[in-house]
């Protein structure tokens, strides 16, 4: 699968009150003029639909197609019958996907939640499950994530790791005004540099792979600090969640240091 590389794009900003098939839309069709049955938007949409729905291919994409009934298929702007199979398998493959990607992403970027005023926007590395071959290892991607909406996705190089492609992938999206989070691996000085000169908040893990920050905020007086406990129950169990927050020692990396403990009790 492509990475996502809208900074090399030119896709005109969403607004919220834009249909899924508007954005579409701005997608080129690489089909000829000459024989297309249905708009690409419309293909898009309803392909898009049967995997949300657990089609894991085009003959599954296809059969979803034939089994929705007409209104469905209109309402995703397919007004001449359901496309099959073999139309949607060779359209998306000569689709340009890192278009395709962004304009679902800028899409998607308009219906996040918003929590307290500010988006959370969570960057997690995933390695696709079946996407090995024989010759070729599985892609490995990092992703932009806010609440189950994928805002952007980089591939790792094959030579590389996350870390730089995290960053990467920070150019890509609007960060602006929004708190990131990502894990243990990216608490890097870098990192944290670019998430703020895009405007941004973050929140990093500290373990003890990064020594000396994480000596800096073992020595901190947390015993002295007030802790904020909530509890919550629900799906078979008892959730309790402490948190304690103090300034950091150092202005360098981080201006406020969490500390969360989590204790789930099943029952």
Not at 45 to 59: D, E, I, Q, R
Not at 218 to 246: C, F, M, Q, S, Y
Request: hydrophobic residues 40%.
């Amino acid at each position: 699968m492509p990475s996502s590389h809208p900074g090399e794009l030119i896709v005109e900003p969403l607004s919220r009150q834009d249909h899924l098939l508007q954005a579409l839309a701005r997608v080129t069709d690489p089909r000829k003029p000459r024989g297309r049955r249905h708009r690409l938007a419309a293909l898009i949409a309803v392909a898009v639909c049967a995997t949300l729905a657990g089609a894991k291919g085009f003959t599954a994409i296809g059969q979803w197609a034939a089994e929705s009934t007409t209104h469905t298929l209109t309402t995703l702007g397919m007004v001449r019958g359901a496309a099959d199979e073999a139309t949607f398998r060779r359209t998306f493959a000569r689709l340009d996907a890192d278009l395709l990607d962004h304009v679902l992403g800028a899409w998607a970027a308009t219906r996040v939640a918003v929590i307290n005023g500010l988006r959370v926007i969570s960057l997690d590395g995933k390695t696709l499950r079946g996407a090995r071959t024989n010759t070729e290892r599985a892609p490995h991607l990092v992703a932009a994530l806010c609440g189950t909406t994928t805002l952007g996705q980089v591939a790792v190089d094959a030579k590389s790791n996350e870390i730089p492609a995290v960053r990467d992938l920070l150019g890509f999206i609007d960060i602006n005004g929004a708190v990131v989070t990502v894990d243990a691996m990216h608490t890097q000085t870098d990192t944290a540099t670019t998430i703020q000169e895009l405007g941004g908040h973050y929140v990093f893990t500290v373990k003890d792979n990064n020594k000396h920050l994480y000596a800096q905020l073992k020595n901190l007086p947390w015993k002295h600090v007030p802790a904020h406990t909530t509890r919550d129950t629900g799906h078979g169990r008892r959730e309790t969640r402490t948190i304690k927050t103090a300034h950091s020692p150092s202005k360098k990396v981080i201006p406020l240091w969490i500390a969360p403990v989590v204790q789930i009790v099943l029952f």
